[in-house]
């Protein structure tokens, strides 16, 4: 039998599959088809978490082929945990599309497309082999590729492009990577590896398919200098679409990062791990602070705050596991705040047609709602005393502080910067006087999403040990090598 | 154990509070101007004359903002490169880390 949580890449799969096939029937069916299924995968991804707590890893051998021969999903506390955000933020992604103008209407290809896309998303994270991750990496590529491009505007084409450009060749490194792997150890399964690098070591040529492998895995998480695509194709996509890239692949992308410092034991990767995400939070930081498009700002704004993560589960190499677990807390306060952020930008573009700063100055003055949540999501990202961001920095700080004390005080100082282009943002819209005078109303579905994620910032604001207890179970079963091990090879 | 830990980031926020109402409060200040003809003190008015979305254009440029903005124009070749130089890099730590 199946566990619940290895559905939702097929239940995705079939929503893609579908939606096009409803359109034939009603123009209506597919945002339905794509809202079922994004919450089916969301409800079965959450239901599967106790299980997994249970268990500690839940596994499952496609058409009954045993590993490494067969290809298994794996399930344990990290993949878990990243399953749920990555379905979190397709349900947000939906609810947003269905409410927001995009410059392309959102037809039955724009839901198909974002369905396969989380399909590849979610099976990148549950795939518990290597060339499978390859494989569902590539089928989130390309749907986040055609999903950016068919955006209509001045200057989409050149930066899909670009973008197209950028991600192929990431994936060919990957692909590279490993095709040097197999040749190395004979085996793509993540356990078998684990064990097989454990017993042999690290060859020569495992030695460059890994650092191929990382680089794909870096690229996707954003990191500088893998990092250009992110504001390109935020930039270009309509702002659901830039959502999905933001919390769904680079969320994907730290995933695979942690999955390979920590199960496969790529510990001479740990110091650059940390040191790239010191210099994406300050390059981040400061672009953030002069970009003039709110769709760049989130852009740049996404690359700090994963360098953040990233200074945490590099940092937990460095300075111990509670720097990944805080990390991981991190992590989690970003895709909240994400959604926050990105809700009210939809928002601001329905009624203006614009994301530049300067053109929509004092829109969001009339609505409480929408000021509230832009204040709590800046807040949340700055790590303001009572929001999410605070127990995450403070966790990551403190072992941090004894080791590295030069890159902590640079990451508090990019603490600060954002919080600065985070109120530059928000002086902006809600507190300058607006040039034109347009209601913005919320509709009730957007305004739940909104005040559900305010709540769950400030909640973990309050109470950070529950953040913190997330990470750390996340991290302890990423670290269990030998109960990844036994779950999966027997 | 865990009352010092609380201590150390007590400071921590309050240290980084400081810098900030600094940071904040400066620029917010500056936005405000007298102007107009100044005729016995009657005709002067205050207008908001710089705009929200430059009030940190100082910091920026300070910080090396507009560079960092003008590497990032679309230019396929030179992003081609840094992913050259990133490759380059995890190549270099992982020999580093390896065989060293």
Redesign the interface.
């Known amino acids: 039998m199946m566990y619940p949580i290895f559905w939702s890449v097929f239940v995705l799969l079939a929503g893609g599959f579908l939606a096009p096939v409803g359109a034939r029937i009603n123009r209506g069916i597919p945002p339905f088809i794509a809202g079922l299924a994004t919450l089916a995968s969301g409800v079965l991804c959450f239901y599967s978490l106790p299980e997994i707590y249970e268990n500690g890893i839940l596994t499952h051998n496609m058409a009954g082929w045993v590993p490494p021969v067969g290809i298994p999903l794996v399930a344990d506390g990290l993949s878990g945990i990243v399953a749920c955000l990555v379905a979190l933020v397709g349900f947000s992604v939906v609810l947003l599309s269905s409410r927001t103008r995009t410059d392309a209407e959102p037809d039955e290809w724009y839901y198909s497309l974002v369905l396969v896309m989380l399909a590849g998303l979610t099976g990148v994270v549950l795939s518990g082999d290597l060339f499978n991750v390859f494989v569902f990496l590539e089928v989130s590529s390309v749907s986040a590729y055609a999903l950016v491009a068919r955006q209509k505007g001045y200057?989409v084409a050149?930066?899909a492009?670009?973008f197209v450009?950028?991600g192929a060749?990431?994936t060919s490194?990957v692909l590279l990577g490993v095709a040097l792997e197999y040749a190395s150890y004979g085996t793509l399964n993540i356990a078998d590896l684990a064990l097989r690098i454990g017993s042999i070591g690290?060859t020569g040529v495992a030695?460059?398919g890994?650092?191929?492998l990382?680089?794909g895995f870096?690229?996707k998480s954003a990191l500088v200098?893998?990092h250009?695509?992110k504001?390109?194709a935020v930039g270009a996509g309509a702002i659901p679409v830039g959502l999905l890239l933001l919390g769904g692949s680079t969320t994907t992308g730290v995933y695979l990062m942690a999955r390979t410092l920590y199960t496969l034991g790529?510990?001479?990767?740990f110091?650059?791990v940390f040191y790239?995400g010191v210099a994406s939070m300050v390059?981040g930081g400061?672009?953030a602070?002069?970009?003039?498009d709110l769709k760049r700002i989130l852009a740049f704004s996404s690359i700090s705050q994963t360098g953040f993560v990233m200074f945490g589960v590099g940092g937990s190499g460095l300075a111990g596991e509670l720097a990944g677990s805080a990390g991981v807390f991190h992590l989690i306060g970003m895709v909240l705040v994400d959604i926050v952020l990105f809700a009210i930008v939809a928002l601001l573009y329905e009624a203006f047609g614009t994301t530049s700063?300067?053109r929509i100055?004092g829109a969001g003055r009339a609505n409480t709602l929408l000021m509230a949540g832009f204040m709590v999501g800046v807040l949340g990202l700055a790590g303001a005393?009572a929001t999410s961001g605070?127990g995450s920095k403070?966790f990551m700080?403190?072992p941090v502080v004894r080791v590295h004390p030069l890159s902590t005080v640079v990451a508090?100082?990019v603490?600060?910067v954002t919080?600065?282009?985070g109120?530059?943002m928000a002086?902006?819209l809600f507190?300058?006087r607006p040039a034109k005078s347009v209601r913005l109303v919320a509709p009730p579905s957007m305004e739940l999403l909104l005040i559900l994620c305010m709540f769950a910032i400030l909640v973990l604001g309050v109470y950070p040990e529950m953040g913190l207890s997330i990470g750390e179970w996340a991290v302890k079963s990423a670290l269990s090598r030998p109960v990844y091990i036994a779950g999966v090879l027997g | 154990m865990e009352a010092a830990?609380s201590l150390?980031?007590l400071r921590?926020?309050i240290?980084?509070t400081a810098?900030?109402v600094v940071?904040?409060y400066l620029p917010?200040q500056s936005r405000v101007r007298r102007t107009g003809a100044y005729a016995c003190g009657l005709d002067t008015k205050e207008v908001?004359d710089v705009?929200?979305?430059s009030?940190?254009d100082p910091?920026?440029h300070y910080?090396?903002?507009?560079i960092?903005?003008e590497k990032?124009d679309?230019s396929?070749h030179?992003?081609?490169y840094?992913?050259l130089?990133?490759?380059l890099?995890?190549?270099l730590?992982?020999?580093?880390?390896?065989?060293l």
Request: no cysteine.
């Open positions: 200057g050149g930066r492009l670009v450009l950028l060749l990431s490194l690290l030695v460059f890994g650092a191929f990382v680089a870096l690229f200098p893998f250009a695509w504001p390109e790529a510990a001479p990767l110091s650059l790239l390059v400061i672009a602070l002069h970009a003039s700063l300067s100055r005393p605070f403070l700080f403190l508090m100082v603490s600060v919080l600065a282009y109120i530059r002086y902006s507190f300058t | 830990v150390e980031g921590i926020v240290g980084w810098v900030l940071l904040l917010l908001e705009d929200p979305e009030m940190y910091l920026v910080v090396m903002g507009d960092i903005e990032h679309g396929v030179e992003y081609y840094w992913l130089a990133g490759l890099l995890v190549l730590a992982m020999i580093g880390g390896v065989f």
